[in-house]
Each structure stands twice: as structure tokens, then as C-alpha cells.
């Protein structure tokens, strides 16, 4: 049978960045510390492909996917970044030709949350995984990443203001003190916020770390289960904590430095946030890409 | 050359409801009151099949769309549902074998508003179009249906009522009397909001009149352009016309038989509204039929 | 603590047909013949809703819905369309005042799959489930629907022929009878079809068994692993076997009969299919309604 | 009124990237050789923020957009990137705490075309258009960028000899040489191909040249009206046209050099293809940059 795909380029003789397939979706097991977590993730699975070869052989991509992901039956990986690294490694050692491998996955992710014990249910969140492996001289070099997003709620600091001042003007009765230490009506909107950790292979990142510190930066979390009183009590907290977009991030950002400063300060970080806000028809978003040397540099003293 | 479509079925000897072509993308015109109007819409265009027939001739779905579409360049159509009208007529011309031809457009539509005269800008709802033409003994009757949908804010009766109470415990200072008065903390979120009259041919309704009775309906409409102070004015309008979805489509069915008291009592009414919770990570919907009979044996004596 | 929701409606007496949550995401277990297999579901959930009534008790239905999905951490749930059932039952009783609960369910299923033993890997469908509960005289009737979707794909019947006539001008050489019977090229496309029945609550029916339908309707399944030689196999069985949505709607609904036919005849049979064709920017599409009664009649005497 | 957006941050001393508005909907008029072109373009609009301010003064924001949107009424832009870069060099003139902008713009185009000249309609196609604004010192400097996305075909090179070689063993009547030359069987799909030119301000590049060389990258373009005879024609050029994703990507890219050779050297070309794979449930993709210096390289000396 004729390697179409080892034969020459017919159209230009041009080496290519990235060759794969995406939109993969597949099962697999990962260990959590007290049980195994089955998730369903979509995978996406690119090489480079040098200048001399037509074709990328796309089906051994599929294959090693189902592979690692069969492998989690039995043996279940111990995170979503991990099995993206197993994946990258074996991505070279099948594409002899190519130097670079990328892997990433995205999946839903569900946590026991609630406002309060005994109103707790199964909340959903994202769990990215990405690896990428380079091989050079022989010898290949693994970095991964690990993120995770959270939906949760934002008030608006500027609108309160405002309001406090026109609920001031309309109602002269009320105590001036009263009303600046009381939470006032703004606009509050769906946040989304993402957080990604860019680490050396044998670095390890727990998710469930980086999904407290995007809800501590949130005005407050989200939840499925919510009876009249908790409504109430999660309003409030939102309306005492009013956040910008800017805010959110500044937040996530610094509790990172924060709750990982263990890790090495070539860490990178990227976080964004967007807020559906619910007085206009579009959305806000905020981004930002630092090391986790500068956010450490952030902390007291 | 063979005819394929006109051979009897190879599978099984049965007629089929609808076969036709979907997601086709169109710019067209429409004529406004004091202007031409230019859409970009998606259609949907079918026809039923007899069970003597193995397929639809589908090349004509997209010679008919086309031709009506290029027609509105010189001559602009009155409406979307006016297009979609034609197209459905033309079908039945064209497919000889059909009895039944449904075609169904939306299209984002632009219109000028804002929260004061020198704040405005050019909002985006969407337009709705549909058509279903029926052939008997020769004669072929035209229904129509006009949708519309609008975004716009809601705030919520219930978790007001409830910061309320909570408000009065822990402000004791605050009188009894402004604090029922006034517009206190609840979540409000992103509302989406869509009303369709389902028409006889030549029964015309303006898509401007269903989007006002839905920005009516909603706690507040949105705006692209909100300087400071306006942010507290259109935050306060909301907090004072806290509203679910239920009241939402309650208030929209009942405006839709007052504002439209003059059509005949058969035209039917779809109203359907979603938010998007910003203390939840679901929406929360409501959806309900009504002829416009009902709705005006709701409007008072 | 005012209950809001129980006060009288605001904007206007009227009885809503559907008040619910749409989007809630929840894993679930349900048991296959010889194993549990986790899913994650997206879930839809309403009830009616008195005139009298301001609003709808939607913390509820979030409840029922965690408490039903924990349940199938012990007890796994015999099907998806099961725990619809079991969730649209918990609603009527716990929303007194409603007579009308309805349920659906979506998830991704995954099941090993391949053109050969040794190149199976897990291929990912669609599960539906949906339920009813309806509520006369304090006597409630459970209605329930399972439904699935599979992505495979359609060799076009009329390009083939066209090409065909085309080939035998420009290659005088070839032999009538064998261009006559050897597959010729058309355009292919991803086809996706979704097979739905509506039962009783106490009929069973498995939805491996649907999936089997569509994919034995298509041209040819899709799979995630083929190597070279399988490409070749895959593509040359598509063509051997060239259907419209047409012809794979109609075998869809012909075999649903012919495997199904010990169910009661009225059983209501639900079909789309839809095509995202390779030479064209739009999709085609075909959708149909029967009752089993009718497709059982299709089959030969 | 207090400027809460000018306080100091409260979470954390540290300057963002990019503070925005994203999915702001806005139609605009472009200008065309010969006619004035109406689009419907979504933004995203972005400005950094210095550690020193809390917030961004995002009304700001929508305010610009409004405005050179309005403008084009009267005025219509000569193209959306030159649209971005106004709206980008302006955002700077408004924040005057900002030193870089991002402005982008993605909308629907429509251009006439066809298989032939009597079969023409309006084919659907992507404009990207990208704006970057760097104050340093006084001194505002601006790149832009023009992309253009076409849905094409692709057939498999690699299955089409696979099957070549099965056709000789199955049919041994056939001879050898016609069957080497004719199309023969293989899969094909719909291709999604993007290129983007990145530039200086004052270079000027036309979207539709670069459709033109998408089109003529990919096996074939797709058309919405093919009667019998045009389905056969297209489906026979695009299998004597097989191409991988690689092929589309290195075309497009060697094309580009050579229709664009006029250029500088270091404009900036991104290039990625997408095939939505008719044998798999997964697509197929490529990505490459380089610089119009590099692709003009592998132009024959």
C-alpha cells in the first residue's frame, strides 16, 4: 500500500506548526485523595510535521488517545494534566518525524458544595488539563498545565456607590452611617473565572485548590440549592463583597501567589474572568498573564 | 440523465412529514416605516414528501431563496414573515408533489434606544419569521407568524422580600416605613425574553410594538451606553419592578391582548422567558400558549 | 418569612403551562446489563402553574433533582428515562398545586465501538430520556420517552449517478457493466440522526437497540481508530450503500418497526435527521412523526 | 459623585493586560469597489490597566464603539480592520491611564457567487478584522489585522488511493492506467479555512483576494445552488483535487506569498484549516505562521 502520507509535500514544501485532531471526546478515570472520579473530556492532540513529509499520520493520535484512556480503567491517571503529559510523551515517540507535541482537555467537573451542610449538592465546574512535549537531541521535555473555572456571582462596586448616593437624596430619614456600612442595590451578573497554573512536569497542583481561590474572589459562590433564607444570606454576602471584573482577577491572582508561593517563581499563570452582565447585552472580561514570582512579590513583607 | 429524487423510495414506502434545508444564510431587506431596512437571516425551508417519491428536490430550496432574497435588493420586503410567506407559496409552485411547505427565519435586528435622548445607540433583539403554507384541492392557504426577543434585566420579588427582613433585623435603626419602601439588595440577572403572534396572511403586526411590550415586561431594558449616574437610575428602576419569570410572561401575554385588542381572537400567542440566574448556574424558564381571545378576556370590564 | 410565591400574581391571573429550570447539569449512574455506567446529564424541569399563584417553587425542583441523582450513587438508576420518570412523580408531590410535571434529560454515552475486534474504542452518542406526570383527580399517569442520537455518515445517491454518466463520457474505455456496479464517486458528509419512542411507563427499551437502528440506516458508522486499509474498507462500504436523509430517515423509522414490534402499537415514534453537507454551507435535514401501529405496517405481510 | 473606578485597587496593587467589553453586537457599513456593504460585526474591546486605578472606565468603551459605528452611516469605513484601528487609537485618546488597545471584530460576508455564471447566489464567508494601539512616550503607534474564513470541501488523498488499489483487486477488468487517472472514490467533508495578514497601518490588503486563495486551497468551494449536473461537477473537481488539511494550510500559505509578494517581508501571516472529518466524529485540524518573508521563499526562484 502506498504512505501517502510519508510521500512529499504536492502543494509547498513548508514544515507546519501544528498537525491534529480536536473536538475528541473520550472518558476517563482520575484519582481524587478518597475515591476514583470518572470524567468526560475533549481532547485535542497536535504535532509539528517537518517540511519533507505530506502528511501527519492522524490515526495514531486516535489510537494512543484511546489507548491512555482505556489504561484508566484499570489503573486511573492521577489527573486530567497527567494523562495530557502521558499522551504528549507518547505523541513523539509514534511521530518519529515531529519535535513537538501538544495535548490539551477540557472537562466537567462536579464538587459537593453548599451554602450550608445540610443543603449541599453536586455543583459543576471546568478542569483543563494541557501538556506540551519538546524533543530535542534526543531527549524530551515535558511542561504541563492545570486549570480549572468556576461560575460564580460579581456585584457591582460603582453602581452600589451611585445608588447609595440617590437612596441618600430620595430618603433624607435615613442615618447617613446607616446607610454607608448597609449593602445597597447594584447590578450582579453571572462570573465566569478561569485559572491556569503552567508548571514543570513533576510539579503537582491540586484543582481543588485553584477552585477556592477562584471563589474566594468571586462576591460569592454559586449554588444549585438555595431555600428563601439562603437566598437572602448568599444576596448579602455578594452585596457585601461588590467586585468588578478587575477585582476578580487582582484577587485570583494575588491568593495564588498566595496559596501556592511553595512553588517555583518561574510558575506561569494566566487568569481570565467575564462577567454576563446583567445591565447590558454584553459581556466584560478582564485577562492577565504574570509569573508566579511577581504575584509572590505582591504578599507582606 | 436519471432523475434519483423521483424513483420510488429504496428504504420503505412512507411519506415523511418535513424534508428540506437548514441553517442558510441570508441578507435581505426589509422596509421599515421610514427605511430600508438590511437583515442577515437564517432559514429553515421545507416541504412534506410522498411516500411514491425517494427524495426532495432540495435545489430548489436554495434557487427559491435565493430568488426572493436578490428580489428584495430592488424591491425591499414589508416584513421578515412577509419573505418567509412568499418563499412558502412559491415552494408549493415548485414542489408539485407537496401539500405542505414550512419556512422559518430569525434575524438579529438593530433599532435605536437608550436610557435618556443623548445616550443612544443601536441595541440588537431578534426578529422572527414564519410561514406555513397548506395546499388543498388546488387551493393553497398562508399562515404567518411574527416573533420577536429582547434581553433585557430582572430582579428578583422573592430574595428582596427575604434581605428585607434580614435588613430590619440587623439595621434596627432603619425605620419600618422607609424600609418597606425603598428598593433593597436581591440577585438580578441577564433575561431573555421572546413573544410570537401566529397570524393570518393578511393580518400585519410591527415587531417594534412586540419588543416594546417586552421591554415593558422585564424588570428593565439593557443599554450599550450607561454613564455612572445612569447605571444607578436603570439599577433602581429594576429594584423597584422586581419580577420572575412568571411575572415576566404573565405581564408580556397580558400587554400582548391589550396592545394587539384589535386582531382577530383566534391569533395564537407563544410567550417564552428565560434568565440567566446569577446565583445559580442554571436558568430558570417559563413558556406559555394563549389564543388572543384569552389573553383579552384578562384585560378589566 | 412572606412567602412571595404563594401570594396572588402581580401582573396578571393567568395559568402558566410550564415554570421550571432548564441547563442543570448532574452526573448520574445508571446500570447496564453488566455494568454502571456513569453520565453526565443536562436536565430540564417543569411544572404548570396555577392562576393563582405568583410563583413556582423552584428551589424544589434543584432539590429533587440532587436528591434523585445522589440516590444513583448507591442505587444506580435503571435508565436515563427512569430517573426523568422518578423526578417528574417527586415533582407533582411536592408541588401541590401542580397537575403537569415534564422532565427531560440529555447525556453523552460512550460504547466501544470499532470497524474490527482490535480496532474498538469508545465512541460517543447521544441518551435522551424525558418523562410526563400528569395529575387528574389525585391519580397520576407517568408517560416517558427514550431517545438517541448517533453521528455517522451519508454518500449522496444522485451525485453518484451523475458522476457516473459523467465517468462514461470521459472514459469511453471503461466497461458498462463494471462502472454499472462498482461505487463511484459522490459527496459524503457527518449525518446525525435521532431515534426517539414514547411509551408507558412500564415499557422497557434499550437504548443500544436504537443506536443499532440509526447506525444500521446511515451510509456507514464513524469511527475514531482506522488505520489505512480500514479507511479504504469504511469509505468503499458507504458507498456501496449511498442514501439522502430521505432514505436514512425512512429506514430509521422501517427498522424501528421491525425491531420493536412487540411493543403496543401505539407507541409514538420520533425521527430527524440531519446532514452537514460537504458541498454546500447548509445542513439538510428530515424529520418525521409516526406510531408504531404504522410502522409495523410497513413490514411485509 | 465618587470616581470608584479611579480609587486605588482593593484586592491587589497589580496592572492588567487587558480590561473589556466582549459580544457587543454592532452593524456597520463598509466600503466595497462599487457598492456600500452593510455588516453585523461582535467586538471585543480592550485596554490594559495600570496597578494605580481600580477599575476601567468601560462606558467608555461602548460609547467609541457607538460613535464609529454611527459615523459610518454617513461615512462608511473603508474596511473593518481600518474600523478597529479608529476605534483602537481612540480608546487610547479616552483612557488616558492606558498604553495599549486590542480591538476586534469578527462579521458575516456575503458574496456573490456560483458554479457557473446563471447559478450565482449570496455565499456566506467570515471577516476578521484586528486593531493593536502602543502609546510610548507620546506617541501612538498602530498594526492591524485582516483575516477572511471560507467553508470549502476536501477529499481524503490518502483513502482515494486505498480504495484505488481495492477497486484493481475487486474489478481486475478494469484497466490499470484509467483507473490510475480517474477520480475514484474516497471521503470528503466540509473545510473551514481562516487566513489573517497582519500589517501596518498603512498597507491595505482585500478581503476578497484573501477568499480567493482560501477557495483555491481548499479540494473545491462549496455553493448553496448546484443542480443535478453542478453536483457532479463539483464532486469531480474536488476529487481530482484530494487534499489533507496539510495541503489546504501549505497551499494557502504558498499562495499567499504569491499573491501577496507586493508586501513587506515582515507582515505576519497566521494560517489554520478545519475539517469536519466524514469518517470520524472528531475534526481534523492544521495551524501555521510565518512571515510573508518566509512564503515568499518558496516561490520558484
New interface residues.
Given amino acids: 500500500?502506498?504512505d501517502?502520507?510519508a510521500m512529499m509535500?504536492?502543494?509547498?514544501?513548508?514544515a507546519?506548526?501544528?498537525?491534529?485532531?480536536?473536538?475528541?471526546?473520550?472518558?476517563l478515570n482520575i484519582l481524587r485523595p478518597e475515591r476514583m472520579q470518572?470524567l468526560?473530556a475533549t481532547f485535542?492532540v497536535?504535532v509539528d510535521?517537518p517540511e519533507s513529509r505530506?502528511?501527519?499520520d492522524?490515526?495514531r493520535n486516535?489510537?494512543i488517545?484511546?489507548e491512555v484512556?482505556?489504561e484508566t480503567v484499570l489503573h486511573p491517571s492521577p489527573s486530567l494534566e497527567a494523562a495530557c503529559a502521558t499522551i504528549a510523551r507518547e505523541l513523539l515517540t509514534r511521530h518519529s518525524y515531529a519535535t513537538d507535541a501538544e495535548v490539551t482537555a477540557e472537562a466537567?467537573y462536579?464538587l459537593r458544595r453548599g451554602i450550608s451542610p445540610d443543603k449541599q449538592?453536586?455543583?459543576?465546574f471546568t478542569l483543563v488539563g494541557k501538556a506540551w512535549a519538546h524533543r530535542d537531541d534526543g531527549v524530551t521535555v515535558v511542561r504541563k498545565a492545570i486549570g480549572a473555572e468556576a461560575?460564580g456571582?460579581t456585584a457591582?462596586?460603582?453602581?452600589m456607590?451611585?445608588?447609595r448616593?440617590?437612596?441618600a437624596r430620595?430618603?433624607p430619614?435615613?442615618?447617613r452611617k446607616?446607610l454607608s456600612?448597609?449593602?445597597?442595590?447594584?447590578?450582579?451578573?453571572?462570573n465566569r473565572t478561569r485559572l491556569t497554573l503552567i508548571l514543570p512536569e513533576n510539579v503537582e497542583v491540586e484543582a481543588d485548590e485553584i477552585l477556592e481561590v477562584i471563589e474566594a474572589?468571586q462576591s460569592?459562590p454559586?449554588?444549585?440549592?438555595?431555600?428563601?433564607?439562603d437566598?437572602?444570606?448568599?444576596?448579602?454576602m455578594?452585596?457585601r463583597k461588590p467586585?468588578?471584573?478587575?477585582?476578580?482577577?487582582?484577587?485570583a491572582?494575588?491568593l495564588t501567589g498566595k496559596k501556592f508561593a511553595h512553588l517555583p517563581d518561574d510558575v506561569e499563570v494566566e487568569a481570565e474572568t467575564?462577567s454576563?452582565?446583567?445591565?447590558?447585552?454584553?459581556?466584560?472580561?478582564?485577562?492577565?498573564?504574570?509569573t508566579l514570582g511577581e504575584l509572590k512579590g505582591?504578599l507582606p513583607g
Fill in positions: 500500500m502506498k501517502i502520507h509535500p504536492t502543494t509547498a514544501r513548508l507546519l506548526g501544528k498537525v491534529g485532531i480536536t473536538g475528541v471526546r473520550k472518558p470518572p468526560s485535542q497536535f510535521l505530506k502528511g501527519s492522524l490515526s486516535a489510537q488517545l484511546a484512556v482505556d466537567e462536579f449538592s453536586l455543583e459543576d461560575v456571582t457591582c462596586p460603582c453602581a456607590e451611585t445608588c448616593e440617590e437612596l430620595e430618603y430619614e435615613l442615618s446607616t456600612e448597609m449593602p445597597v442595590v447594584t447590578h450582579n451578573q453571572r474572589s460569592a454559586t449554588y444549585a440549592i438555595l431555600k428563601r433564607g437566598e437572602g444570606r448568599l444576596v448579602l455578594a452585596h467586585r468588578f471584573v478587575e477585582d476578580v482577577i487582582r484577587s491572582l494575588y467575564q454576563e452582565e446583567s445591565i447590558h447585552k454584553y459581556d466584560v472580561r478582564a485577562e492577565h498573564r504574570a505582591l
